[in-house]
């Protein structure tokens, strides 16, 4: 089997696995103990978090560990837009966004916050122009993915950034897709919040971040305890946070840069495999922008998603069908519906074929034979019919 979904999740990596065996086999303290048992528990926290801090280029008190992005996204939204009430009820947003970024808006909503969702573009970019319309004297927040996980389309985060460097509203990013994949400095991009997960870089799953700079007073998410400097109640995950730390490490600026030209040769075999083969397909998205790596959706028109992606996975091959959360529904994409209107054939005869650091090109070079026989008998029997 080989397995493209990395978007959705990745294996973990060995080294990851050995260091949360040790954590938990040794070091199962809990960290507000006073004793012996307390002590290595917290200071594997401490390290753990000065090496996430390392990676975003910033203190450690300016990290907190979550139950993963989707606590992390929750949190900054709800509690940016609850702390800044009175200087405002306005959020900015695109329409692309993760649901644990919509969901939270459209809660929101519902208690009279005014939410600007930007549209994008068939490459599935907002225009900045859009942004600085929607940007007024009540917008208290700004919240954009990094990256987007169905398309792998960029947001402008750094002319966002510095457009509100003079400006009221704070920035969250969520950058589940990038984080360990790309070298990131938030305090450089303005950018005052930021989400990350674990299970995205090799790491465990139910763990993750969010960075939040000096300027960001808000009330924690989860009440309780005074773990996390009063920020996040709750026994600390120490195995999650240990291995969390371990896939960050991992991923040095090397073997960022290293990963990028690999995943971009990986776009190019698929792509010129089914040129050469004469297998009509689309690029959902524009891979000549800046994008990530990782991930590429192709429409493959007149062959569906689903009987594409049960065809594939027969042969051995795991890609998804947009992302896992809208796989597993029937609900249509709605990030290929905000690029191409609902109506569009994309939707259902697209799929989404995502790497990771163990994806070799071997595995594609097999992956791409199993999809141009696999599209060739659908549409062949299409015709039949
Ligand atoms: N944001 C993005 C862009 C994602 O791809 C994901 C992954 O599912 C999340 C947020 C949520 O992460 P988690 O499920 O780890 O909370």
Not at 62 to 67: A, L
Not at 164 to 182: I, K, M, P, S, Y
Not at 205 to 221: A, E, N, S, T
Not at 252 to 276: C, M, N, P, W
């Amino acid at each position: 089997h080989v397995y493209l979904d990395n978007a959705a999740t990745t294996p973990m990596h060995p080294d990851v696995v050995a260091a949360m065996t040790e954590q938990m086999n040794a070091d199962f303290g809990n960290a507000s103990s006073t004793h012996y048992y307390g002590r290595q528990a917290h200071s594997a926290l401490d390290k753990a978090r000065q090496t996430v801090a390392d990676a975003l280029h910033t203190d450690a008190a300016n990290v907190v560990f979550t139950g993963g992005a989707t606590e992390s996204n929750n949190t900054a939204i709800i509690r940016t837009a609850y702390a800044r009430r009175d200087q405002g009820m306005h959020i900015i947003t695109s329409a692309i966004e993760h649901l644990s970024v919509l969901n939270p808006l459209r809660r929101l909503e519902s208690e009279g916050f005014r939410v600007t969702y930007l549209p994008v573009d068939e490459n599935g970019e907002i225009s900045v122009s859009d942004f600085d319309a929607a940007l007024d004297d009540e917008t208290t927040l700004v919240t954009l993915m990094w990256g987007n996980n169905e398309v792998g389309s960029r947001m402008p985060i750094d002319k966002v950034g510095a457009r509100l460097r003079n400006h009221q509203a704070w920035f969250h990013v969520d950058a589940t897709q990038a984080f360990g994949l790309e070298d990131i400095n938030p305090a450089a991009l303005g950018i005052n919040m930021l989400s990350a997960s674990a299970h995205k870089l090799n790491g465990p799953k139910g763990v993750g971040l969010l960075y939040r700079d000096d300027q960001v007073h808000i009330q924690p998410f989860l009440l309780g305890g005074e773990q996390e400097t009063k920020r996040r109640a709750g026994t600390e995950n120490i195995p999650g946070i240990v291995g969390f730390a371990a896939a960050v490490q991992r991923l040095d600026k090397h073997a960022k840069a290293e990963l990028e030209d690999r995943y971009v040769g990986f776009t190019r075999q698929i792509t010129s495999a089914l040129t050469d083969a004469g297998v009509e397909f689309h690029v959902n998205g524009n891979l000549e922008h800046e994008r990530l790596p990782h991930v590429l959706n192709l429409w493959l028109p007149g062959v569906s998603t689903y009987a594409l992606q049960t065809n594939l996975d027969l042969a051995g091959f795991a890609v998804s069908g947009g992302s896992a959360c809208t796989a597993g529904s029937l609900e249509p994409s709605h990030v290929l519906t905000a690029m191409f209107g609902e109506d569009s054939p994309r939707i259902a005869e697209s799929i989404r074929i995502s790497y990771g650091t163990v994806t070799t090109a071997e595995d594609i070079d097999a992956f791409a034979a199993a999809l141009i026989k696999a599209v060739q008998r659908l549409r062949a029997r299409a015709a039949a019919k």
